[in-house]
């Protein structure tokens, strides 16, 4: 088998990351790597490194919208300086009720998704610009899509139902879990010694957390939509849904059109709340955790219902899966706060969680329980591109 270049694509609400792999039997190298970020602001970045890390690209331009952001990442592309992509792989956050497999990207599958882009509001309508955008940039390339909802299609009936009337459920309303490709990462740098009980938890910018047994999602945090299941840096987690209703009906005080105030109470409850919105200082726990140590006890209020509200998921992890082996911290918080694992796992040893203090005083992948520890604790951080680089030739071999 020749050697197969592959483009990975990532674009989120301000930015458009990509890498280009090249493939070789069962080999995966990365040939390159970079982003578009500040899109729609005064600060647009755009840089390429190479796989060393040397920086080929390091520029300031005018970002003003996704059109120029996404056709600079495609001409560096196909500028001849990288192996001409023979497909491309888009990290797709969310399918639709018909879309759960991952699968090659048409004119249909984006109507599709269009179609439910209320399912996943901040996610979706990226998404599909980005996919229509490469059919055209990237003429005769197959483009797939790699969905982060896919991990989680093994999740029971009863985790997957709603307690809503049929009516709603029949529109799509449902749990379909995020951050599948994390976890999928996390299970394919584990192999071949899977736990049995896993419990992974990714703390970035989203959080959220997965029973997996025997390499199967069990049962995960996040439900409809990212912003349900833990607190994150924006997002309310689950919350009472009398709390929803009242801010609505608060919105609609000022604002009679129904969209624009579910738009509004949408704005609330996913970029004004959670640990930005407690603290009022910051979504970045690095801030956070410098607010704490000048004592702003609403930083610490927010830090302490993140940590809690983590605990509490492990515990009832823990109970769905009837026990545990081994405990996962993967996600930018979860690779680099101390703090956080500490606080996260202080109440956690009468379920035999225990980790070192020296052994967690760490950043990056390590084992950090302490040697009387039940449950094994590791660090690991992700390695998502490789598991969308790896669907991407099953794809292209089916
Ligand atoms: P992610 O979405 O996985 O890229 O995670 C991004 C988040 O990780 C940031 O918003 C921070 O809250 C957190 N983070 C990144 N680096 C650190 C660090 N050194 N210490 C604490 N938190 C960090």
Request: proline share 4%; net charge negative.
């Given at each position: 088998m020749s050697s197969l270049p592959i483009l990975v694509l990532n674009s989120g609400s301000s930015s458009i990351k990509f890498a280009?792999?090249?493939?070789?039997?069962?080999?995966?190298?990365k040939?390159?790597?970079?982003?578009?970020?500040?899109?729609?602001?005064?600060?647009?970045?755009?840089?390429?490194?190479?796989?060393?890390?040397?920086?080929l690209t390091d520029e300031t331009p005018d970002l003003p919208n996704r059109s120029v952001a996404f056709q600079l990442v495609a001409h560096s592309v196909l500028s001849g300086k990288f192996p001409k992509p023979k497909a491309i792989g888009h990290r797709t956050v969310s399918g639709s009720p018909t879309v759960l497999e991952n699968q090659l990207i048409t004119p249909e599958l984006i109507d599709?998704?269009?179609?439910?882009?209320?399912?996943?509001?901040?996610?979706?309508?990226?998404?599909?610009?980005?996919?229509?955008?490469a059919l055209k940039l990237f003429p005769g390339i197959p483009n797939f899509a790699v969905l982060d909802t896919y991990f989680h299609r093994t999740i029971s009936e009863g985790a997957r139902r709603m307690p809503i009337p049929d009516e709603y459920v029949d529109m799509?309303?449902?749990?379909?879990?995020?951050?599948?490709?994390?976890?999928?990462?996390?299970?394919?740098?584990?192999?071949?010694?899977?736990?049995?009980?896993?419990?992974?938890a990714h703390l970035g910018n989203g959080a959220s957390i997965s029973a997996i047994r025997?390499?199967?999602?069990?049962?995960?945090?996040?439900?409809?939509?990212?912003?349900?299941?833990?607190?994150?840096?924006?997002?309310?987690?689950?919350?009472?849904?009398?709390?929803?209703?009242?801010?609505?009906?608060?919105?609609?005080?000022?604002?009679?059109?129904?969209?624009?105030?579910?738009?509004?109470?949408?704005?609330?409850?996913?970029?004004?709340?959670?640990?930005?919105?407690?603290?009022?200082?910051?979504?970045?726990m690095r801030d956070l955790r410098e607010a704490i140590k000048q004592g702003n006890e609403h930083a610490r209020l927010a830090v302490d219902k993140f940590t809690?509200?983590?605990?509490?998921?492990?515990?009832?992890?823990?109970?769905?899966?009837?026990?545990?082996?081994?405990?996962?911290f993967t996600g930018g918080i979860g690779e680099n706060d101390i703090a956080s694992r500490t606080e996260?796992?202080?109440?956690?040893?009468?379920?035999?969680?225990?980790?070192?203090?020296?052994?967690?005083?760490v950043r990056g992948q390590a084992t950090i329980s302490a040697d009387d520890s039940r449950v094994t604790v590791c660090v690991i951080p992700p390695a998502e591109d490789l598991i969308i680089v790896n669907h991407v030739i099953r794809l292209l071999g089916d």
């Open positions: 280009v792999y090249e493939a070789y039997d069962g080999q995966r190298s040939i390159c790597e970079g982003a578009v970020d500040g899109i729609a602001t005064d600060n647009g970045k755009f840089w390429i490194k190479d796989a060393a890390g040397n920086k599709n998704l269009d179609k439910y882009a209320d399912l996943a509001p901040l996610h979706t309508p990226i998404a599909v610009y980005i996919m229509r955008e799509g309303v449902r749990r379909y879990g995020y951050h599948g490709i994390s976890y999928e990462s996390i299970i394919h740098q584990l192999q071949p010694n899977i736990p049995q009980k896993l419990i992974v025997n390499g199967q999602c069990l049962d995960t945090s996040m439900g409809l939509t990212p912003s349900g299941g833990i607190i994150s840096a924006s997002r309310t987690g689950d919350i009472d849904p009398g709390v929803v209703i009242f801010i609505l009906k608060q919105i609609a005080k000022s604002e009679p059109d129904t969209r624009k105030a579910a738009d509004k109470l949408e704005t609330v409850v996913s970029k004004n709340s959670g640990l930005v919105g407690m603290s009022g200082v910051s979504n970045d809690s509200t983590i605990a509490r998921w492990v515990g009832s992890f823990y109970a769905e899966l009837n026990g545990l082996d081994m405990l996962v996260i796992c202080a109440n956690l040893e009468a379920l035999g969680i225990v980790i070192d203090p020296t052994r967690n005083n």
